[in-house]
């Protein structure tokens, strides 16, 4: 006999969800209400910045030179730092129902490797959840990737289970460019996927600050004085991963500064070429991963994109250039959702998800078996 599941009465909750995206470049904390129908309201959203010496460290962690004590004490250390952020937020607005922390990943393994017959796919989020209900005297739920890797899929892309809840019905592709790209489309004639298109920011953000000690390209203003080196591009366009079929995900894991440097011996030498040529890899990229996994499947007529990217002047031009006039390029603002804090709403909306017991991974999006209730549940008592 079937089990029955006896699911309490759905009600709307007011969520502080967190967000460190693969860029690092801040905590995205956002104060969210989230609907019964899945639908949510951004109240507030705030970009907390590391400490400095904070942020050194999980940069360390992500080019392999941290020991298990490093990555033991930053767990509980960022941990404290996604506390501060909400704090900022319950100052003002009081104290959510409950915090939704997606954590800082710094590992992600999305490969069937094995040892005797054992599975190595996993994925590493931390931001000790204990610290922050500590801290904040709230609910936590995180660690939401492990329990779709358990049921066999990539613990990627998770945001794909949001974007279906609030662009449904339509035969739009959603694109976020953070550190890495990721895109979902949704369409009434096929079954909603995504995948990670390849980078997004990483590789230009490394550049800008080896080349010119910034932490990024504002307003595209490097990559619009330099020249596209269409030697350098061909060579980089050439990756495996960029043919590999969906479902897919990377990261830093797989983009890392080792994989950078090589790519730049066959780099032009101004070093503006360069930034011109990386930010032509993302949109390229993207445009070739939709001419190869979206048009065959489903005929798209808008692109919507999100993320750090979405501000990126340079970037979107040459989006627009690379992908059919026919298909309109809107932002995240033309729906009344922030490019920047999009990811953190769609984070609320997987953690209300938890809170009610409600299935909220997609499998057609990351090769899981089956659907789960995505994330675990830290209680203040």
């Not at 369409?187 to 990670?196: K, V």
């Not at 203003?221 to 366009?237: A, E, P, Y």
């Not at 998800?353 to 549940?377: D, E, F, Q, W």
Request: aromatic share 12%.
């Amino acid at each position: 006999m079937a089990k029955i599941v006896i699911r309490e009465e759905l009600k709307p909750k007011r969520v502080i969800a967190l967000m460190s995206g693969t860029s690092c470049d801040s905590i995205d904390a956002g104060l969210c209400d989230v609907f019964p129908d899945l639908s949510c309201k951004l109240i507030s959203g705030i970009n907390y910045e590391y400490p400095e010496h904070i942020k050194s460290k999980i940069f360390q962690i992500f080019s392999g030179d941290a020991t298990i004590k490093d990555i033991c004490q930053i767990n509980f250390a960022i941990g404290q730092c996604f506390s501060d952020a909400c704090k900022v937020l319950i100052s003002e607005f009081g104290k959510p129902d409950f915090i939704s922390s997606h954590g800082q990943t710094i590992y992600h393994y999305p490969f069937d490797e094995r040892i005797d017959n054992i599975s190595l796919k996993s994925t590493l989020q931390i931001g000790e959840s204990a610290v922050i209900a500590e801290n904040t005297g709230c609910d936590v739920i995180s660690n939401f990737r492990e329990a779709d890797i358990a049921a066999g899929g990539q613990g990627a892309p998770l945001v794909c289970f949001a974007d279906e809840k609030w662009f449904h019905n339509k035969n739009i592709a959603i694109q976020n460019i953070g550190g890495m790209s990721n895109v979902t489309v949704v369409s009434d004639s096929c079954e909603t996927f995504g995948f990670d298109t390849g980078p997004g920011n990483v590789l230009i953000d490394y550049c800008m600050q080896k080349f010119f000690n910034k932490p990024y390209d504002r307003d595209g203003k490097i990559g619009f004085s330099g020249k596209i080196c269409d030697s350098f591009l061909d060579c980089l366009m050439q990756d495996e991963y960029y043919y590999k079929n969906p479902p897919k995900t990377t990261g830093r894991e797989y983009f890392t500064k080792q994989y950078i440097e090589n790519a730049l011996k066959f780099a032009p030498q101004n070093p503006e070429d360069i930034i011109a040529t990386l930010t032509a890899l993302t949109a390229k990229t993207i445009a070739s991963a939709y001419e190869r996994f979206v048009y065959p499947n489903v005929g798209i007529n808008e692109v919507v994109v999100g993320g750090g990217g979405a501000y990126n002047p340079f970037l979107m031009k040459l989006l627009r250039t690379y992908i059919p006039k026919h298909i309109e390029l809107k932002k995240h603002e033309d729906y009344g959702i922030s490019s920047n804090f999009k990811e953190v709403m769609a984070f609320a909306v997987l953690g209300y998800c938890t809170y009610y017991n409600i299935p909220n991974n997609l499998p057609s999006c990351t090769g899981a078996k089956h659907r789960v209730v995505l994330g675990k549940i830290t209680k203040h008592v």
